[in-house]
């Protein structure tokens, strides 16, 4: 066996792990949109006329960067994007701890205010930050095995 297919092989499993993260994630919070909404609004972040849009708009984001990553398709540009999303949260996260707010990130469904005692802040910025290496290793190298982008590649050279 090859590096190459090892290589592919493992990016075939980090790119079907991130669009399962991302699946679940968006799929928790389109099901729940009025506790997206409350999860948004308790970063205290935007002002109250772009909180709804925002909740709304996330899990579809996420939804469809799961479904591109799912089929492999446009696999680099999935995983800057995700990238881009993660820090995003990361910031979002960081930026509460900071300001010593009491919120349950609201990542995986759910969200809001909580208890000053049940805050996980360095569990949820861990967590996102081994979702940004991965996201961050598809961007590095996006041939994967199981893909649409693998697909088209070997259409190409098959032309040639």
């Known amino acids: ?68 990553l799912l089929l492999g398709l446009g696999t680099r540009a999935a995983a800057v ?16 701890w900071a300001r010593g707010l009491s919120i349950d990130c609201g990542c995986f469904g759910g969200g809001g205010q909580v208890a000053a005692g049940d805050t996980r802040y360095p569990q949820e910025i861990a967590r996102d930050v081994g979702f940004l290496l991965v996201a961050g290793w598809l961007a590095v190298r996006p041939r994967t095995g199981l893909s649409v982008d693998g697909r088209f590649a070997r259409a190409t050279v098959d032309a040639r």
């Open 81 to 96: 994007l995700s990238g881009v999303v993660l820090l995003a949260f990361i910031g979002a996260v960081a930026q509460s």
């Open 1 to 68: 066996m090859t590096k190459a297919v090892v290589l592919d092989g493992v990016g075939t499993l980090l790119r079907l792990g991130l669009a399962a993260v991302w699946a679940v994630s968006g799929w928790l919070k389109v099901s729940d949109p009025n506790q997206t909404f409350v999860a948004v609004q308790a970063y205290d972040l935007l002002p109250a006329g772009l909180v709804s849009p925002v909740a709304a708009a996330v899990p579809f984001v996420e939804l469809a960067l799961a479904a591109l």
